[in-house]
């Protein structure tokens, strides 16, 4: 089993950033990839980010393509979301999550095996 802690949600007004960190523990030598979701009010869960432990590849959902940074530091067993240019329509809870298996990045984006229990991020306009 993996666990995950997500840290550095919080209230940031429309054009500001955030940073979100994850840290994983228990059978972290079985991660192959860890991402992030979110789900905002009313809405559904939705893709944002994910990362391949092995080679770094990345992908991004579409709304926050080029205003979001995934990235890992294998060492430290976390995984980090770097958020630009919020705006209001970025406020949701965000979850991380991690596979100890490979899927596609098609399959990365409609669910992983380990979740987080999420942290809130408002966006003010």
């Known amino acids: 089993q993996v666990q995950l802690v997500e840290s550095g949600g919080g209230l940031v007004q429309a054009g500001g950033s955030l940073r979100l960190s994850c840290a994983a523990s228990g059978r972290t030598f079985s991660i192959y990839t860890m991402g992030w979701f979110r789900q905002g009010p009313g809405k559904g869960r939705e893709f944002v980010a994910g990362i391949r432990r092995s080679g770094g590849s990345t992908a991004y959902g579409v709304p926050v393509t080029g205003r979001f940074t995934i990235s890992m530091d294998n060492a430290k067993n976390s995984v980090y979301l770097e958020m630009n240019n919020l705006t209001p329509e970025d406020t949701a809870s965000y979850y991380c999550?991690?596979?100890?298996?490979?899927?596609?990045?098609?399959?990365?984006?409609?669910?992983?095996?380990?979740w987080g229990k999420g942290i809130l991020v408002t966006v003010s306009p």
């Open positions: 999550a991690a596979d100890s298996s490979y899927r596609t990045w098609f399959g990365v984006k409609a669910g992983m095996s380990y």
